[in-house]
């Protein structure tokens, strides 16, 4: 019995100075001096050149081994790029060495990842730079023979706890497009857990997208596939603050936007919720999910007021999003629609359904941007569609029809009345005898600075990017302007028309001024052709000054021609001699 319990007191001093032992051996154990070896073994099977300037081998109690490397660096494939693919300013993970002793499993209960960069390239081919990571390098393939499978090394299972990654960056470059998309996701936070290579496992991340602060929250379930080295997400819901982004960020990154219309200030929140959504070398190749945004406001350059208390709701998958409703205020006024956006990521084609309703025109464009200052309240629906949203495409590409009722319209700023009448200088007196040839009940309306019109309803036309108003009547208290006319999206503004005086003004001015006697039409109104032309900084108005010299020119030699004959003839003779004689 004492020989017994010798024994067990002896195994328990041997266990405990084995045990003594191993923790003096990794408390003093550089694994610094086996780094040429680290280095060649893990370029080898990362096929990349990596390197790295400190590694670590840390024991405690409770926490078990733990590794870890300092400024890690992780070549690119030359075929890529030259600079690197990965680095990292920290990486630590825990590992269980007594469950792969006895369990020949490596299970790492946490990893660690600080100060990261991560670059994605994606070539015109589809190929990506990752795929080629552990891939053996060319020439190193082992030849076998036909139909004979080669054995792979028994792996121990490999099961990691979690994964996190604090102060990340991921450049993504996508040279499929022309110029290539450059997008940079910066500030990232992440965490996985429960990591499965062949289920799902729940993840979250923040992390800051064309912002200078963190602006997206996501979480929801990755899945990876080894075969096809393609990333599948579900259930993801994700949220961010649209006042976040910075907007002239968006032309940099997604180049395809550049000299689009793109609102100059926006925010609200915006939601986004996806079923399912996989990526990998051939690009985005399923995407079911739904987006929302709720009290937005979002104002473009072409508009005087932003448009407030958006509420949006659309379906996407990876060639098209559905807008199923939007809507939102515009001063007094509100706007709704709906319509469709087919591949969106290249073609941009898109149908879209509008209406407004009792949106002043002082809300809805800025002023500066149009020819002449308007006030006056708008309703009406518009169907438009086109592809892409450059100046250049929607000039080449947007169509579409409707109908715009404005009333309590005024010109601001301009007499018209004046402005014409002004233009008819070549009939003589004109500027002298004007006013005295107004009756009284006109008189006001042609002295005013502004110019009111009646109510009308406008059918409008848009054609290769041109805004075009065909036969429209423009009536005022003192004219009517019979008219078409075209806008186009840089501003610029065509109109030919004829302007109509009525009856009784007519009749007035004419006892005053005879030569307007020469511009009658058929109802016995003053009828004068314009042309009107310009852009946002002004436009010019004319008169055709040929019709009206023809016009003056005809009935003056008409006149003149009676009167030669008159002369010629001579005054009657009550008692006319006999033919023979005349």
């Known amino acids: 019995m004492k020989i017994l319990k010798i024994a067990v007191i002896s195994f328990l001093l041997l266990i405990f100075v084995l045990t003594a032992a191993f923790i003096i051996f990794l408390k003093t154990f550089d694994i610094n001096r086996f780094k040429p070896q680290i280095i060649s073994q893990a370029g080898s099977v990362l096929n990349r050149k990596v390197d790295f300037e400190k590694a670590r081998l840390v024991f405690s109690l409770r926490g078990g081994v733990s590794l870890g490397v300092s400024n890690l660096v992780i070549a690119e494939d030359p075929a890529f790029a030259k600079k690197a693919c990965l680095t990292a300013k920290d990486i630590s993970l825990s590992i269980d060495v007594l469950g792969y002793l006895f369990q020949r499993k490596v299970n790492i209960s946490g990893v660690l990842i600080e100060g990261f960069r991560v670059t994605i390239i994606r070539q015109k081919d589809g190929s990506l730079n990752v795929q080629s990571i552990a891939q053996p390098a060319e020439g190193k393939v082992q030849e076998q023979e036909p139909g004979k499978v080669s054995a792979l090394p028994a792996l121990p299972a490999i099961l990691i706890a979690s994964l996190k990654g604090s102060n990340g960056e991921v450049a993504y470059s996508d040279r499929t497009f022309e110029p ?12 996985l857990s429960k990591i499965s290579l062949t289920g799902r496992f729940p993840f979250t991340l923040e992390c800051s997208v064309l912002s200078a602060q963190r602006n997206i929250r ?21 949220e961010t603050d649209l006042k976040e982004i910075l907007l002239e960020k968006i032309p940099v990154s997604f180049p395809m936007t550049k000299g689009a219309v793109l609102p100059a200030s926006l925010s609200g929140t915006a939601r986004l919720s996806v079923e399912k959504m996989t990526a990998g070398p051939k690009g985005l190749v ?12 979002l104002k473009f350059a072409q508009m005087a007021v932003p448009l407030k208390n958006a509420q949006l709701h659309a379906k996407i998958t990876q060639e098209k999003i559905l807008l199923n409703e939007f809507s939102a205020s515009l001063g007094e006024g509100a706007i709704k629609g709906q319509g469709s956006l087919d591949e969106y990521l290249t073609k941009q084609k898109f149908k879209m359904a509008a209406e407004i309703n009792n949106v002043q025109l002082e ?8 020819p002449v200052k308007a006030k006056g309240a708008a309703s009406g629906q518009m169907q438009l569609k086109g592809q892409g949203f450059t100046p250049a495409a929607l000039s080449s590409y947007l169509s579409g029809t409707g109908s715009i009722a404005l009333k309590k319209m005024v010109l601001k700023d301009i007499n018209v009345f004046q402005l014409v009448m002004a233009k008819l200088s070549m009939i003589p007196g004109l500027a002298e005898k004007f006013e005295a040839s107004v009756p009284e009940r006109y008189k006001k309306a042609l002295v005013e600075k502004d110019t009111a019109l009646s109510d009308i309803a406008l059918p409008v036309t848009i054609e290769n990017g041109r805004l075009i108003i065909k036969d429209t009547v423009l009536s005022a208290e003192a004219f009517s302007l019979k008219s078409s006319e075209e806008v186009g999206f840089d501003g ?7 302007f109509l005086i009525p009856g009784e003004l007519s009749a007035g001015m004419i006892t005053k001024i005879p030569e307007l006697q020469y511009l009658l039409n058929e109802e016995e109104q003053i009828f004068v052709p314009l042309k009107v032309s310009g852009n946002a900084a002004g436009i010019k108005l004319n008169v055709d000054a040929g019709y009206i010299a023809q016009k003056l020119l005809v009935n003056q030699a008409k006149t003149q ?13 009550p008692s006319p001699e006999p033919l023979t004689n005349q």
């Open 180 to 191: 290539p998309l450059e997008l940079v996701v910066s500030d990232l936070n992440f965490a």
């Open 218 to 238: 996501a979480e929801g379930q990755a899945k990876f596939d080894l075969g096809t080295n393609e990333v599948t997400l579900s259930d993801v819901k994700g």
């Open 286 to 297: 399923a995407f079911a999910g739904e987006a929302w945004l709720e009290n937005g406001s």
């Open 363 to 370: 809300d809805l464009i800025a002023q500066d941007m149009l």
């Open 492 to 498: 610029s503004y065509a109109m030919e028309g004829t």
């Open 561 to 573: 021609l009676l009167k030669m004959i008159d002369r010629a003839v001579g005054p009657k003779d």
